[in-house]
């Protein structure tokens, strides 16, 4: 009897292997993963614009393939399952990350836009900023947060949102404008 490679395997076909109805189930699940990491690989890191974020939720994502793929309808491909897991894993990622506090970048920006050097006036400075930026539309304000508060370049924001790097400049440039403005408004500058 001639023994069929892995690699010769449908996608299906490996995933049955690997839930147990083939003894090949760990090998047909690195099967699975070579072929497809790059895929997956590429989702994370248009949505998170850095390589070595992309490389843990690749991992994570196929960790969560692992244990669901029983789930999985083989009547459809597989690359589209993949990479809603993957955009799942990079959504619930990026909203950790925004709900994390970012008071030193927010501290560091409200001396500049404000030019407020005490302690008393930093804090009212601090909720000024704060009351500006929630003013922001929300595409703006992404913007300028990944920009300003997570140090990335207009291409890596770009890349994480989806948008042209030129869009991006545009909205931070706009949003500075508009923290700006309304940071005088109420009286925060100096």
Known sequence: MKT?????LSNEALADAYLGR????????TELFRR???LVYRVC?????HHQD??????ETFRRVAASIQSWDRSRPIEPWLTTIAGNRCRSFLAKQRSKPRLAG???THAIIAGVDSP???VQADQTLREAMASLPASSRRAFELVHFDGMSYDQAS?????PAGTIKTWVHRARLQVIRRVRETGGAA
């Open 45 to 49: 890191v248009r949505w998170l614009g």
């Open 54 to 59: 992309a490389e843990d939720l690749t991992q």
């Open 120 to 122: 008393a006036g930093g």
């Open 106 to 108: 927010i501290d560091e």
């Open 36 to 38: 497809h990491r790059d």
């Open 4 to 8: 069929i490679s892995l690699a010769m």
């Open 159 to 163: 890349t994480l949102m989806g948008h």
């Open 22 to 29: 083939d003894a090949r189930m760990d090998s047909a699940f």
